[in-house]
């Protein structure tokens, strides 16, 4: 069975939080948050979060204990963009695209619920 979370329009762009991702595809779920606390970016703060609240709803949900979750991929979809002007030379302006993303946690169970099954 397969968990996810959602966070929308996070206000940091794909590139700086796909950095992080790529490191916590396959890791046991407690094992990403631990990493994850330790890493120093804001990026690593956001995706915590993510997988937080996924960890969160199997086992509030579903019942499902933290030992059978891995992470099986994190995925970093580009939001919208606010677009602003900084005043340039003679009188024009520079635009700039201050970018947002949507991030995706998605869990899988490691083992079976009722047996030790692969």
Known sequence: MKYEAIARSV???PLKLRQ???SLKGMAAADGCAFLQLVP???ARLIRKTV???IAAAEN???VPVEHLA???VIIEEGGSLRRHVP???GSAHPI???MSHIRVILIEKQGRYGSES
Request: proline letters at 0%; charged letters at 35%.
């Open 71 to 73: 992470i099986e991929n």
């Open 88 to 90: 340039a030379a003679r």
């Open 20 to 22: 992080v991702a790529r």
């Open 61 to 63: 949900n579903f019942s």
């Open 11 to 13: 206000h940091m762009s």
């Open 97 to 99: 695209r201050k970018r």
């Open 41 to 43: 970016r804001k990026s």
């Open 52 to 54: 937080g609240s996924a």
